[in-house]
């Protein structure tokens, strides 16, 4: 049921920027842009979500398309710890809605190298 | 940031005994929790939600009577696998939501059903 659309794997260099690419083409106007990560045996790890500007914090920058049929999850040095599988979601920002919940889908596995 | 406790964090059980797993927001107080399981390879798949004092709501295809949800309290919330099989060996994650609507997943337990 997942309503977006990730490449399956990449790959990156340790120390370059990795950029995830990822399509929402039916994002509805009160559905925000999630991206968490989970390396292997963990739980997911929130990252950074936006609902239509872009947004940057410690860990990475967002970069939402001015239609917001796709976005871009940037890691600007990218680091071996870094490696894992990252998931874009869409999510509604009200609480009372029944399309609140989290639901996950297949993410890319961001692989980086030395 | 908010923290999400699960324990135990790995168990191995033999076929048809009952496993249970609980999950804590430590620091906040949550409105909802959810339970996905995921399997080797494969992303999370949301399995139920529960509110704190009523029915959890299960996602099609997950059977009620088998994985009983527990929500007693804003800060608890328990799974119990019944008679559990093989089959159930899978990775079981719970996320909890606060009240600002941000949701915190749990470090997930390993089940191993021999």
């Known amino acids: 049921d997942a309503k977006t659309t990730q490449p399956p794997s990449m790959d990156c260099a340790e120390g370059r920027a990795a950029n995830l690419p990822c399509n929402h083409s039916?994002?509805?106007?009160?559905?925000?842009v999630y991206w968490y990560r989970q390396i292997h045996s963990q739980g997911p790890q929130y990252i950074i979500h936006?609902?239509?500007n872009n947004e940057t914090n410690e860990m990475a920058s967002l970069i939402i398309t001015e239609d917001r049929k796709s976005s871009t999850l940037i890691l600007p040095h990218a680091t071996l710890r870094d490696t894992a599988v990252y998931y874009c979601?869409?999510?509604?920002?009200?609480?009372?809605?029944?399309?609140?919940?989290?639901?996950f889908g297949a993410g890319t596995r961001l692989t980086v190298k030395p | 940031g908010a923290v999400v406790s699960q324990h135990p964090s790995r168990v191995i059980c033999k076929s048809g005994t009952s496993v249970k797993i609980e999950c804590r927001s430590l620091?906040?107080?949550?409105?909802?929790m959810f339970w996905y399981r995921q399997f080797p390879k494969k992303s999370l798949m949301l399995m139920a939600t529960?509110?704190?004092?009523?029915?959890?709501?299960?996602e099609q295809g997950v059977e009620k009577d088998k994985f009983l949800i527990n929500h007693a309290s804003l800060t608890l919330s328990t799974l119990t696998v019944t008679s559990a099989h093989p089959e159930d060996s899978s990775f079981y994650i719970c996320?909890?939501?606060?009240?600002?609507?941000?949701?915190?997943f749990g470090p997930g337990t390993r089940l191993t059903v021999l």
């Open positions: 996320s909890a939501r606060d009240y600002h609507n941000e949701q915190f």
């Open positions: 039916t994002i509805s106007g009160n559905e925000y």
């Open positions: 936006g609902l239509k």
């Open positions: 979601i869409v999510r509604v920002a009200d609480v009372l809605s029944s399309n609140n919940d989290m639901r």
């Open positions: 620091d906040f107080q949550a409105t909802t």
């Open positions: 529960s509110n704190e004092g009523s029915k959890a709501t299960y």
